[in-house]
């Protein structure tokens, strides 16, 4: 957007509102909102400059989470004991967005175990399952 990473820091841009950002850092393309999205541009803007109520942090670390989880809690704590505070590791979002993925394939493979046990018994029996009259 701006040429190189010089150009865009303390720099200002208009948005499509007319609103003026000032430029403080600089992300690589991403996925933002899900896995299979192409990636995509993104922009962050300074907490004071925007209008929306939700905060996200991200944070990436090779400590442990439940370690890293604490930290994180008890600073935020320290800044204001009254926030709103919601953590959750990026390892749950990935287990429940695969699980939603893989779901219908477990699904189907468990029809066709209980279809190829049916056949089987329905072989053992002749090929005809019979009903005995009363």
């Given amino acids: 957007m701006f040429g190189s990473v010089s150009n865009a820091i303390g720099k200002y841009f208009t948005r499509q509102d007319g609103t003026r950002i000032q430029g403080f850092g600089i992300v690589e393309d991403g996925k933002y909102n ?3 999205e192409a990636q995509q541009p993104a922009m962050f803007l300074p907490m004071l400059q925007s209008a929306s109520s939700q905060t996200f942090l991200v944070v990436r670390s090779d400590r442990d989470p439940g370690q890293l989880i604490a930290a994180i809690r008890s600073t935020v704590r ?8 919601y953590i959750e590791p990026w390892n749950n979002k990935c287990t429940t967005f695969y699980f939603l993925r893989t779901w219908p394939q477990w699904r189907w493979g468990v029809l066709g175990i209980m279809g190829a046990m049916l056949s089987i018994t329905a ?12």
């Fill in 34 to 36: 899900n896995l299979t």
């Fill in 123 to 134: 072989s053992s029996h002749g090929g005809v399952l019979r009903q005995q009259a009363p």
């Fill in 78 to 85: 320290g800044l204001d004991a009254g926030l709103p505070l």
